[in-house]
């Protein structure tokens, strides 16, 4: 399994981040210039070729950008590919601040109906683990499907000894501007999906040129509250398809 992941500094996103503004809408805008990571894994959870904004027939992660905007204090996020229509999770995690969670306890928020916990260790010694010096501190769950498309996003602080809150963010559309409604959303995080993508890699081969050139998927605007900065810090992300139970990871 290859799991995408990145580091980035503050520092090395500020470009043109003062000139220009960023529009959440699942289409990757100029302003994210290159990809920090590029996907090599084919997809085990199949190739979408529905080409729709909301619905897609297959999971997939093509390339990952972020930027730092330092006048609002927000990270962007843009996961190029798709999310299954079928309540398959993308999950997101963030090292952002001293301490966390390398291996995933299992007594941690129990938002999206226990999902979090899911992933962590039930008393037995398993849970997921993450490379050698990545320490979970945030996690943010995305999801959608339903017979009128909806998108649902939930979001909770990972403590190094457990507990910590969680919350269900809220409900949006495809292709919307990522605000959430409905749910208990204190940083007011955004999120919101376009589906569409019918290239880049496939379930038999990963052209990374084909998979930089995917250009809608997944975008987040995160403010810095929602994920504990306070001042300069390294953030380092951590995102993979999960089936529908939090309970099968893909192998991307």
């Known amino acids: 399994m290859r799991v995408v992941k990145w580091s980035m500094t503050t520092a090395m996103a500020l470009t043109c981040a003062f000139a ?14 290159s990809p920090i990571v590029v996907q090599n894994t084919p997809t ?18 093509d390339a990952a950008y972020a930027y730092v905007d330092m006048s609002t204090s927000t990270l962007y996020l843009f996961l190029a590919g ?8 993308l999950e997101i995690f963030f090292d952002t601040v001293a301490g966390g969670q390398n291996k995933l306890r299992g007594d941690n928020s129990g938002v999206d109906f226990g999902g979090l916990n899911r992933m962590g260790d039930d008393g037995s010694g398993n849970g997921l683990r993450f490379d ?33 809150q969680g919350y ?15 749910g208990n959303n204190p940083n007011s995080i955004r999120v919101t999906i376009n589906n569409s993508n019918t290239g880049g890699v496939t379930n038999s081969a990963a052209d990374p040129i084909a ?15 929602a994920i504990g900065i306070t001042g300069p810090t390294v953030i380092k992300v951590s995102t993979f398809i999960n089936g529908g139970g939090h309970d099968f990871v893909s192998n991307q």
């Open 20 to 33: 220009l503004s960023q529009t959440i809408d699942g289409t990757r805008d100029a302003l994210y210039g």
């Open 44 to 61: 085990g959870f199949g190739d979408s070729n529905l080409g729709q904004v909301d619905y897609a027939n297959g999971s997939e992660l």
């Open 82 to 89: 798709n999310l299954e229509s079928n309540f398959n999770k």
């Open 132 to 164: 050698a010096g990545f320490e979970a501190d945030y996690w943010i769950g995305i999801t959608g499907g339903g017979g009128t498309y909806a998108l649902y996003a939930n979001w909770a602080e990972l403590l190094t000894n457990g507990g910590g």
């Open 168 to 182: 269900y963010l809220g409900t949006t559309g495809a292709a919307s501007n990522g605000v959430l409604s409905g």
């Open 211 to 225: 998979a930089a050139a995917v250009s809608t998927g997944v975008e987040l605007a995160i403010p810095f509250a």
